[in-house]
RNA sequence: GGACCCGUGGCGAAAUUGGUUAUCGUACCUCCCUGUCACGGAGGGGGCUGCCGGUUCGAGUCCGGUCGGGUCCGCCA
């Protein structure tokens, strides 16, 4: 006989049907037993009237049959409340120790060490459950959405090359060229620009992120990204045309009970966001006690260059290969600082969720911003060979965004922390605390490579 | 790199101003119970109060260090 779904009992009454999951809990009362048996579908009640040695999370086969409950014993509390199965035979499957801590609440006041270094455990929790599947719903919605609209998912390395902008890199050595270190990518940025120069005109790809940076509630050292790419947009307006189509249609399919504040997303300048709210990513919610309203807003027309104090030099306030706004390239090289770009984020609750603009696609425009980020052309020519190459051998105009998932879950579902929509997310010093990473490796990998 | 907060049985909490045997809930174990669904009832075991040192007649409590976790600043093209 097949296994039968919880959920699935409901159309199985007076048959006898076998049943697997885990032990939920159990009542017993002397000569009678009751099993809540759990499955991903739900909880039914197993009735049993012998005496077996059984334990919460034990891993259950249940032969029995499902009989319909007398109307005053129906738990409307339940999905499968109006029937229970009368066991007639039972096989442990596996069996449990007894839990490191509860899993029947929502979780938030166990210490997070616990809950991170038995992840697995922590994630037996509905509350976890119910947030990596609508995740999963999420994202596969995304893809559905924008295969429709002709874009292809393409996956980009994740070994790497190290550039010298931008976060510090997570490294990997080589072992077949001792000395030399591939880099884990940061983003897709310029592979996907790459494929818009061999002709896929709608790229996007969810790709994972890794930047060894001190994490916060609302970062990771590696996270999701909906990483997407154009070629000949008329304007910024078509990428946030699109990245708006996209949130407003999984709002609406599968975040029913929340309500988005102003549609079409309005948009404010980055000099009028500093101006009135001291911030570039302001919470314009109307009402902030609303647990279900989201207030997506466009911040615009972001400056190019940003003085970075540290090197004493200016850097680019998005990333170089921005388009700026200014067309005459000695203006742009005597007032980096007036140089607004055709740039945008994406602004969510407070939450910066993405990052848009035009790309250049002029070499000389290229080189200037570079020129002006006071990289040497020999230095700009060795670390961006292949992306000036690829430009001069023809690139269209084009521009994209990099949305960050994790956040705009963390908003969606009313949690405080990126770590609550990841599963296996790592500690405020990148620590995987179940696995024990980062770790030591072994004389002979270190010998093998290079590194001892 | 910096600032702040936290650490008490498995888990979550309590313990006047430093004062006797560290308390409670839950989980766990045993027993009782034929209708519960957070079942109920009775009993029981479990702690060098993260670790090291200091102050004191006396430290869970005060001080210093250390380890672990969290929040924020820096950082995050």
């Not at 600082?337 to 910066?352: C, P, R, T, Y």
Request: hydrophobic share 35%; aromatic share 10%.
């Amino acid at each position: 006989m097949k296994r039968t779904l919880n959920i699935d009992t409901l159309k199985k009454i007076g048959e006898d049907v076998i049943l697997k999951g885990w032990v939920n809990s159990i009542r017993t009362h002397g000569k009678i037993t009751f099993i809540d048996l759990r499955d991903e579908t739900g909880i039914t009640q197993i009735v049993l009237k012998e005496k077996l040695d059984l334990k919460p999370e034990y891993i259950l086969e249940i032969l029995g049959e499902v009989k319909e409950r007398p109307d005053n014993m129906k738990n409307a509390e339940i999905i499968t409340g109006s029937i229970e199965i009368k066991a007639k035979n039972i096989k442990v499957l596996s069996k449990a120790k007894t839990m490191p801590f509860p899993i029947d609440n929502d979780g938030y006041e166990i210490n997070e060490k616990h809950r991170l270094e038995y992840r697995y455990i922590d994630l037996k929790r509905e509350r976890l459950k119910k947030n990596l599947q609508k995740r999963f719903e999420t994202i596969f919605l995304m893809r559905k959405i924008l295969k429709e609209k002709g874009f292809t998912e393409i996956e980009t390395p994740i070994l790497t090359k190290s550039t010298p902008e931008g976060a510090r890199d997570f490294v990997v050595p080589s072992r077949n060229f001792k000395g030399l270190f591939y880099a884990l990518p940061q983003s897709p940025q310029q592979y996907k620009q790459l494929l818009i120069s061999a002709g896929f005109e709608k790229y996007f790809q969810i790709a994972r992120c890794l930047r060894d940076e001190d994490p916060r509630g609302d970062r990771q050292p590696e996270f999701t990204q909906l990483d997407l790419e154009m070629a000949f947009p008329e304007s910024e307006k078509d990428i946030m045309d699109l990245i708006e189509e996209i949130y407003i249609k999984v709002v609406k399919e599968l975040f029913k009970e929340k309500h988005i504040t102003e549609i079409p997303f309005p948009k404010m300048t980055y000099k009028e966001a500093l101006q009135k709210y001291g911030t570039d990513k302001p919470d314009l919610r109307k009402n902030k006690e609303d647990k279900n309203e989201l207030a997506f807003w466009f911040i615009t027309d972001f400056p190019m260059f940003e003085w970075k104090e540290e090197y004493k030099k200016w850097g680019a306030m998005h990333h170089p290969f921005t388009l700026p706004q200014e067309k005459n390239i000695e203006e742009i090289k005597k007032n980096p600082k007036n140089i607004l770009a055709h740039q945008f984020d994406l602004v969510l609750n407070g939450f910066e969720i993405g990052g848009g603009s035009l790309r250049t696609h002029d070499v000389l425009m290229l080189k200037t911003c570079f020129e002006v980020m006071n990289h040497s052309e020999k230095e700009t020519k060795e670390q961006f060979k292949h992306y000036f190459d690829a430009f001069e051998y023809g690139i269209p105009p084009h521009g994209g965004i990099a949305s960050g998932l994790d956040r705009f879950f963390a908003v969606v579902f009313n949690e405080n922390s990126i770590r609550e929509v990841i599963a296996f997310p790592k500690t405020g010093d990148n620590k995987d605390l179940m696995l024990k990473a980062p770790d030591k490796i072994s004389k002979e990998q270190l010998k093998e490579l290079g590194l001892k």
